[in-house]
Structure formats: structure tokens, C-alpha cells
């Protein structure tokens, strides 16, 4: 990995006496991808901000290429921000949105012209120059955002939930622009979402957070299939997460079954929350089962039907790419490699159990209730 760019060491911060941030340690490399992923609430945002240096911290050290910063000013830090509201000038065009960074610097005007050049040509803006913010689409408009930040050549760039206000078709497209950017840039980008697909998809480290802490560190491959925790396990993607026991190495009791594993090093009989994805439950004839249980919904999702299984009252969730009908009788298998093992948390028990699925959607689906204007995390 790349030298250290930035360290976080032992952050604190609240808010009218509520704490937000509860010892913060995190180190970030240059020309990494950096996406701090978490709910509502969850401090990733204030994070941003004190690496940005719009908040201070009230303990702990922001140390950028090992000097302390926890005194300079946004302006004069090696780091810029694009914002969810795009905060473009209306009355500039977008060469002058793009150039205002280096006006402020003096730059020469023939510098200028070159390096908006190549900051349009790299954010797919080349010909839009004479145009005005406000006749751009929500795509454009980020792409102006960002080009006006690079222009710079900032050491860091910080992006928060810059892609919010997009469609989901944009939003893709959107993502795969920002990865190829950082590539081409070399600049390192730390990235604020509460959205896991986003994550997973762009970034080179994962930051997941919850209640003001860090849950877990790691590339997107082991964030997903090596989840600390269950709350870790229920934020990215769908898990079922079941009461286990471990009676001793590579066996798992739960759902009143003993089953083979890949996991160890546990106390013998030890409680643990057991992870298993909904696309690595097999979908079996009752008699050649491991479990099994009766169908009690079933979700068309285009290329694959999720279905809700109900065994001995506890409900899964299980991807599969064959048609199951309601109320059908199936049964469940599971590969040893397929059950993850994880220590008991204060998340324990509170996932995983797909009981309220249906009653549950109706709330998520309710736009007002997401991530409020202005909220501070």
C-alpha cells in the first residue's frame, strides 16, 4: 500500500453534548478510494468534515503526511470538497465556474485555459464551456462540481453523498466516472454514503460505521463475505443472521442442526451469530434438506426471485434463480463454506430475521423518511 496520506488518532467530537464520534482511528494511503459508509446519523459525515477542516475535533489528532492540522483552515489544507448541493456559481458559465479556483490563485489566464481544458475533457464536459449551471442536467452539474475541485490538483478530494440528488441509471454511470477519474488523477478520494452498492462497487477500502465508531475496515470483497459483526452483516446486502453455537472447530449448531463450517478458533460452545447470504442457500427437494420450511412470499426481482422461508418460525431470505410458489413446502442446503461465523456483538439479535419483511417495506419505501436535508451527523 501507498505511504500514508492521512491519520485520524483517537477523534472525539459532540454536538450539544451528544457525542457523534467516539475515538476515531483510521489511517488513509494516497491515491486510495476511500468510501466511509454508514446509516443516518452514524458520524461519517462529521468525519469528512474534520479532515476537511470544517469541524475541529474535541479530542484527537488530524495528522496529514504525519503533521498535525488540527488548527489549519479548510483553505489552506491540501484537500477539497464537492458537496451533495453542488454550490455552483449560476451567474458564471462553466469555463468560469471551473477557472474560479485558479483566478483566486493568480494563475496566469493561458494556465488557466489549458488546465480547464483538460479538466473538461476528462469530465466529459468538452464543448460545454459557454454554458450556465442552470441549463445543465443533475449529471452535468456534478461533473462541473468536481472538475472545479480538481482543477486545484488538491492532494485529497472529499465527496459527500455527492450522487444523492441523481436517478439510479445517472447514478451508475456517475460511479463508474469517479473511479475512472481517480485513476486518472492519482488523487485520493474520500467518499461519504449511506448507499452499500455504492460502496462496494467504487472503492478501494470500505470504512463501515455505526453510532459514531468504526465497525470495520476493509477492500469490498471482505467487508461483504467477512462481516465483523451482525450489524456489518445486515448493512451490506441481505444476510440471515441466526443464534449459533459452536460446538467445536468447522461445526455450527443453529436452527437446531449440528453443520459442517470453515470456521474456528471459538470456545467450545460458544455463542456466535451465524451469516448466511440469500444467494448461498441452495433450494432443495424437503428430503434432501438440511432444513426446511414453508414458502411464505415470494418476490420477483428479474433475474433471480427472492423468497421468504419460514423454518420453525424463524424467517430466511433466499435467492434463487427457479420460480417457488407460495405456501410450497421446500427444503434447504447450505455448503460448509457458505455459513460464516461471528463473536457476539451489542448488534446481536437486533438482524437477519426477515419476520416483519413485509410490513417493513412499506416504511423504507417512503421517501420523507430518508436522510433529511441539513441533518448533522
Same mark, same amino acid.
Given at each position: 500500500?501507498?505511504?500514508?496520506?492521512?491519520?485520524?488518532?483517537?477523534?472525539?467530537?459532540?454536538?450539544?453534548?451528544?457525542? +457523534?464520534?467516539? &475515538?476515531?482511528?483510521?489511517?488513509?494511503?494516497?491515491?486510495?478510494?476511500?468510501?466511509?459508509?454508514?446509516?443516518?446519523?452514524?458520524?461519517?459525515?462529521?468525519?469528512?468534515?474534520?479532515?476537511?477542516?470544517?469541524?475541529?475535533?474535541?479530542?484527537?489528532?488530524?495528522? *496529514?503526511? &504525519?503533521?498535525?492540522?488540527?488548527? +489549519?483552515?479548510?483553505?489552506?489544507?491540501?484537500?477539497?470538497?464537492?458537496?451533495?448541493?453542488?454550490?455552483?456559481?449560476?451567474?458564471?458559465?462553466?469555463?468560469?465556474?471551473?477557472?474560479?479556483?485558479?483566478?483566486?490563485?493568480?494563475?496566469?489566464?493561458?494556465?488557466?485555459?489549458?488546465?480547464?481544458?483538460?479538466?473538461?475533457?476528462?469530465?466529459?464536459?468538452?464543448?460545454?464551456?459557454?454554458?450556465?449551471?442552470?441549463?445543465?442536467? &443533475?449529471?452535468?452539474?456534478? /461533473?462541473?462540481?468536481?472538475? /472545479?475541485?480538481?482543477?486545484? /490538483?488538491?492532494?485529497?478530494?472529499?465527496?459527500?453523498?455527492?450522487?444523492?440528488?441523481?436517478?439510479?441509471?445517472?447514478?451508475?454511470?456517475?460511479?463508474?466516472?469517479?473511479?475512472?477519474?481517480?485513476?486518472?488523477?492519482?488523487?485520493?478520494?474520500?467518499?461519504?454514503?449511506?448507499?452499500?452498492?455504492?460502496?462496494?462497487?467504487?472503492? @478501494?477500502?470500505? #470504512? #463501515?460505521?455505526?453510532?459514531?465508531?468504526?465497525?470495520?475496515?476493509?477492500?469490498?470483497?471482505?467487508?461483504?463475505?467477512?462481516?465483523?459483526?451482525?450489524? $456489518?452483516?445486515?448493512?451490506?446486502?441481505?444476510?440471515?443472521?441466526?443464534?449459533?453455537?459452536?460446538?467445536?472447530?468447522?461445526?455450527?449448531?443453529?436452527?437446531?442442526?449440528?453443520?459442517?463450517?470453515?470456521?474456528?478458533?471459538?470456545?467450545?460452545?460458544?455463542? +456466535?451469530?451465524?451469516?448466511?447470504?440469500?444467494?448461498? $442457500?441452495?433450494?432443495?427437494? #424437503?428430503?434432501?434438506?438440511?432444513?426446511?420450511?414453508?414458502?411464505?412470499?415470494?418476490?420477483?426481482?428479474?433475474?433471480?426471485?427472492?423468497?421468504?422461508?419460514? +423454518?420453525?418460525? *424463524?424467517?430466511?431470505?433466499?435467492?434463487?434463480?427457479?420460480?417457488?410458489?407460495?405456501?410450497?413446502?421446500?427444503?434447504?442446503?447450505?455448503?460448509?463454506?457458505?455459513?460464516?461465523?461471528?463473536?457476539?456483538?451489542?448488534?446481536?439479535?437486533?438482524? &437477519? @430475521?426477515?419476520?416483519?419483511?413485509?410490513?417493513?417495506?412499506?416504511?423504507?419505501? @417512503?421517501?420523507?423518511?430518508?436522510?433529511?436535508?441539513?441533518?448533522?451527523?
Amino acid at each position: 500500500m501507498n505511504n500514508k496520506l492521512i491519520e485520524l488518532k483517537s477523534i472525539e467530537k459532540s454536538f450539544d453534548g451528544t457525542k +457523534v464520534l467516539c &475515538g476515531i482511528d483510521l489511517d488513509i494511503h494516497d491515491k486510495e478510494f476511500v468510501t466511509l459508509l454508514g446509516p443516518s446519523g452514524c458520524g461519517k459525515t462529521t468525519t469528512l468534515r474534520i479532515i476537511g477542516g470544517f469541524e475541529t475535533p474535541d479530542v484527537g489528532e488530524v495528522l *496529514f503526511d &504525519g503533521k498535525c492540522i488540527n488548527d +489549519v483552515p479548510p483553505y489552506k489544507r491540501a484537500v477539497n470538497t464537492v458537496f451533495q448541493k453542488y454550490a455552483l456559481f449560476p451567474h458564471l458559465n462553466v469555463y468560469d465556474n471551473v477557472a474560479f479556483g485558479l483566478r483566486l490563485q493568480k494563475v496566469n489566464e493561458d494556465e488557466i485555459r489549458e488546465r480547464v481544458r483538460e479538466m473538461l475533457k476528462m469530465t466529459g464536459l468538452k464543448g460545454f464551456e459557454m454554458r450556465k449551471p442552470t441549463t445543465l442536467s &443533475g449529471g452535468q452539474q456534478q /461533473r462541473v462540481a468536481i472538475a /472545479r475541485a480538481l482543477i486545484n /490538483r488538491p492532494r485529497v478530494l472529499l465527496l459527500d453523498e455527492p450522487l444523492g440528488a441523481l436517478d439510479l441509471k445517472l447514478r451508475k454511470d456517475m460511479q463508474n466516472e469517479l473511479k475512472r477519474i481517480q485513476h486518472a488523477t492519482g488523487i485520493t478520494f474520500i467518499y461519504v454514503t449511506h448507499d452499500q452498492e455504492e460502496a462496494l462497487s467504487m472503492s @478501494d477500502t470500505v #470504512v #463501515v460505521m455505526a453510532d459514531g465508531q468504526i465497525q470495520q475496515i476493509g477492500t469490498p470483497t471482505d467487508i461483504y463475505n467477512e462481516p465483523v459483526n451482525a450489524f $456489518v452483516a445486515d448493512f451490506i446486502g441481505e444476510s440471515n443472521i441466526l443464534d449459533g453455537v459452536m460446538p467445536a472447530d468447522n461445526k455450527a449448531r443453529f436452527a437446531g442442526h449440528t453443520f459442517d463450517c470453515v470456521d474456528g478458533g471459538f470456545a467450545k460452545n460458544e455463542p +456466535v451469530d451465524i451469516v448466511i447470504r440469500p444467494e448461498d $442457500v441452495d433450494v432443495v427437494p #424437503v428430503e434432501k434438506g438440511m432444513l426446511s420450511g414453508e414458502v411464505t412470499s415470494v418476490t420477483f426481482k428479474g433475474d433471480y426471485y427472492e423468497i421468504i422461508v419460514d +423454518v420453525a418460525g *424463524f424467517k430466511w431470505m433466499i435467492e434463487t434463480s427457479d420460480y417457488v410458489a407460495p405456501a410450497e413446502k421446500i427444503g434447504l442446503y447450505i455448503e460448509p463454506d457458505a455459513i460464516h461465523v461471528m463473536k457476539k456483538s451489542e448488534y446481536s439479535g437486533r438482524f &437477519g @430475521d426477515y419476520s416483519t419483511f413485509s410490513e417493513e417495506m412499506d416504511h423504507l419505501s @417512503d421517501p420523507t423518511v430518508d436522510n433529511e436535508e441539513g441533518e448533522e451527523e
